[in-house]
């Protein structure tokens, strides 16, 4: 099983960037897609990037696009979010999560088996 532990968030002025780390305390996700996902009050848990297992594709949600940067760095068993141009309305807490089904980028939550405990990002206006 993936353990996944993230870091990384915290308040932020509109405008700043965040790097937000997912580190797979067990590291064995070297051959798991890996994605980031979000959640803010009121809303499921929206997706926000996915990356395959050797890093070579990557998707993103259609609202997310520019702005995020998803990356991961296998040996060091960890995956990164790049925020810039951070908004008010991209408060959230930021999930990691990784796929025992699929190497392959996805954007189906369903098939990410295992989750982190999330960072919360904080933006103020």
């Known amino acids: 099983q993936v353990r996944l532990v993230e870091s990384g968030g915290g308040l932020v002025q509109a405008g700043g960037s965040l790097r937000l780390s997912c580190a797979d305390s067990e590291r064995i996700f070297g051959s798991y897609a890996m994605g980031w996902f979000r959640h803010s009050p009121g809303t499921n848990h929206d997706f926000v990037a996915s990356i395959s297992w050797d890093g070579g594709n990557t998707l993103y949600a259609d609202s997310m696009k520019g702005r995020f940067t998803i990356s991961r760095d296998n040996a060091e068993n960890t995956v990164y979010l790049q925020i810039d141009n951070l908004k008010p309305e991209d408060t959230a807490r930021y999930y990691c999560?990784?796929?025992?089904?699929?190497?392959?980028?996805?954007?189906?939550?369903?098939?990410?088996?295992?989750w982190g405990q999330g960072t919360q990002v904080t933006v103020s206006s």
């Open positions: 999560a990784a796929s025992a089904i699929t190497g392959a980028a996805t954007t189906t939550r369903a098939w990410y088996t295992d």
